[in-house]
């Protein structure tokens, strides 16, 4: 089956400093790929879209200058947690899919994201 | 837009005894429809699936699921539970211009299971 890893797995970090998270597919190409957001004991919400060499869409309430995705080749998508605040620490995950309009999307391991 | 409800929060059953988890969705056309597992502190993993054809789903350890379109239900079943079947379940929709990938989650069920 289709890989996609997440890394990190856990990041520590202090307020207001940012974070990177890498989003990749290992063993097939991703016009697109979706990050989700998830609080403690709470359902997974969709935060983005991303389609390779274009600019992510935001869902609603989602601020996009907190959050920065890049999705540069078809391998690859990053989110950017900007000046990070306590209220930001969640569980990120994000999947991957080759676009198709009948493809599934293959998820990632998550990042657990806590800033202190 | 579409949507998912999963009326169960918690569900509490016997190592052994059968289970069925319940998922309604609210969606115009033809969803795609998935059931995910998460253990604590884990990432999702993929149980079954739905996209076309027979409507009864076979899935990974022993889960299956029965699409009825007149009830716009996507219930997941189990004969018999084992111990380490206790996660949190999550029915999803896929949908948005018919896409398959862009998913809308439910709450999530959490699934005890005692010995």
């Known amino acids: 089956g289709a890989v996609v890893s997440q890394h990190p797995s856990r990041v520590i970090c202090k307020s207001g400093t940012s974070v990177k998270i890498e989003c990749r597919s290992l063993d097939f190409q991703a016009t697109t790929m979706f990050w989700y957001r998830q609080f403690p004991k709470q359902s997974l919400m969709l935060m983005a879209t991303?389609?390779?060499?274009?600019?992510?869409?935001?869902e609603q309430g989602v601020e996009k200058d907190k959050f920065l995705i890049n999705h540069a080749s078809l391998t690859l998508s990053t989110l950017t947690v900007t000046s990070a605040h306590p209220e930001d620490s969640s569980f990120y995950i994000c999947s991957a899919s080759a676009g198709a309009w009948n493809t599934e999307a293959f998820f990632g391991q998550g990042t657990r994201l806590t800033v202190v | 837009a579409q949507s998912v409800t999963q009326p169960d929060i918690h569900i509490t059953v016997s190592e052994g005894a059968s289970l069925e988890l319940r998922c309604n969705y609210s969606?115009?056309?033809?969803?795609?429809l998935f059931w995910y597992v998460q253990s604590p502190g884990q990432g999702l993993q993929l149980l079954l699936k739905?996209?076309?054809?027979?409507?009864l789903v076979q899935g990974i350890k022993g889960f299956e699921a029965e699409f009825k379109r007149s009830q716009s239900s996507f219930n997941l079943r189990k004969p018999s539970v084992h111990w380490s079947d206790a996660a949190e379940y999550f029915c999803?929709?896929?949908?948005?211009?018919?896409?398959?990938?862009?998913?809308?989650f439910g709450t999530g069920t959490r699934l005890q299971v005692t010995l």
């Open positions: 739905y996209f076309s054809g027979d409507t």
């Open positions: 991303s389609n390779e060499g274009s600019k992510a869409t935001y």
């Open positions: 999803a929709v896929g949908a948005g211009t018919g896409t398959a990938s862009k998913l809308t």
């Open positions: 969606y115009g056309a033809t969803p795609y």
